[in-house]
């Protein structure tokens, strides 16, 4: 008989799905055990179902903790017996089997004391199968020390009680095949919902909630909100023409603002300055005249909030600020260039209009920011 097992820590992420898929269609199991689903039956019944399997039986989340799935395939004929928030207890006949196996799959307490009390009621459970019977889950538990892959060390105390748990049950650990790949294919989850989480933060442009593996499809709804929110529909030109196209409203607002900012005025105005007073002193010239220094330039990139100032790319500072070490010195030498010389990268001298409706749906350029 093929078990799978895996704590997958959320079966509500599609990344979560797609390596569980990988795994069904690599092992092809016969029954499946996932613990801490985290997600309510008619989430994990359509996962399940996308998995290959026919057949299940959930037992939901406390809030967004916990949530047991027991599944099988075809060929399998499977009674449940016994059901707890923390395991689901079973009779599983296979195709290759004469004879039904007990099954026990179990997610266990990471408290000494309500694992303790978790034991003596499988314990009791474990006792009213006939034949063999197969024990597996998350024990949040160790048999010895160095079954421990990281963190601190479990108490003795708790390794003796899952110890006597094993004897008192006549139990053989059998190990488990395929525990490297999971635990690679956890890394890559890990590493991908970090990821994840970032990208949707700098979208969303919050800056005033930390990340946290729980807040990414906050960060997400923020977006999607602050986009509904600040869709321009369309614009009235000077002309009187309604703009409606993405091209359109752009050529709207970009002659609305070459309009204001061109000079209408063809006198030469030096003669206009000639009563002003000097307020720069020699000295304060001098500081302003001064080389620009490394560390004046970095002082100025990291007082910029991170996800403030994007360019033309898209990249707002925290690509700069991130990537100090490597683009310093091509940003240093273009700064002090204009400073010098006077000549300045084309594309620095770009203007991003982004249109944000002071009311609304907006449709006048004096209606926007």
């Not at 099954?103 to 408290?111: T, W």
């Not at 006939?130 to 160095?146: P, T």
């Not at 050529?251 to 603002?257: D, I, P, Q, R």
């Not at 707002?316 to 310093?328: E, G, P, V, W």
């Amino acid at each position: 008989m093929k078990l799978l097992l895996w704590n997958c820590r959320g079966l509500g992420r599609s990344l979560t799905i797609h390596n569980l898929k990988g795994i069904c269609k690599s092992y092809s199991p016969e029954v499946g055990f996932i613990c801490e689903t985290k997600n309510q039956s008619r989430q994990v019944e359509g996962k399940l179902r996308s998995c290959g399997f026919k057949e299940w039986f959930i037992v939901d989340p406390d809030g967004l903790s916990g949530g047991l799935a027991m599944a099988w395939r075809d060929g399998c004929t499977i009674q449940i017996l016994q059901h707890g928030r923390f395991f689901i207890a079973a009779s599983v006949l296979t195709a290759s089997s004469n004879d039904p196996y007990g099954v026990l799959g179990v997610y266990l307490s990471s408290n000494d004391q309500h694992r303790m009390a978790q034991f003596a009621e499988l314990t009791s459970v474990s006792q009213q199968f006939d034949g063999k019977i197969v024990l597996m889950g998350d024990f949040n538990a160790i048999s010895n020390q160095l079954e421990k892959a990281c963190g601190g060390a479990k108490s003795p105390s708790s390794i003796k009680t899952f110890n006597r748990f094993i004897n008192d049950n006549s139990l053989i650990d059998i190990g488990i095949h395929g525990g490297d790949i999971i635990s690679e294919i956890e890394d890559k989850l890990e590493k991908a919902l970090q990821n994840e989480e970032s990208y949707w933060k700098d979208k969303s442009r919050v800056k005033w909630l930390k990340s946290g593996d729980q807040n990414t499809t906050f960060f997400h709804q923020k977006f999607r909100n602050q986009t509904r929110r600040n869709r321009i529909w369309q614009l009235t030109g000077s002309d009187g023409e309604v703009a409606t196209s993405n091209a359109s409203i752009a050529s709207v607002a970009e002659s609305y603002f070459k309009d204001i900012f061109s000079s209408t005025c063809h006198e030469n105005p030096e003669p206009l300055f000639t009563d002003f007073e000097p307020k720069v002193t020699a000295q304060m010239n001098r500081r302003l005249q001064r080389p620009v220094t490394m560390e004046e330039v970095k002082r100025a990139t990291f007082s910029i909030h991170p996800q403030s100032a994007p360019g033309d790319d898209g990249m707002t500072a925290k690509f700069f600020q991130s990537l100090c070490n490597i683009l310093s010195g091509d940003v240093f030498r273009a700064v002090k260039s204009f400073f010098s010389g006077g000549r300045i990268l084309k594309d620095f001298n770009h203007t991003q209009i982004y249109l944000i409706p002071k009311i609304s749906d907006a449709k006048d350029m004096t209606q926007t920011n």
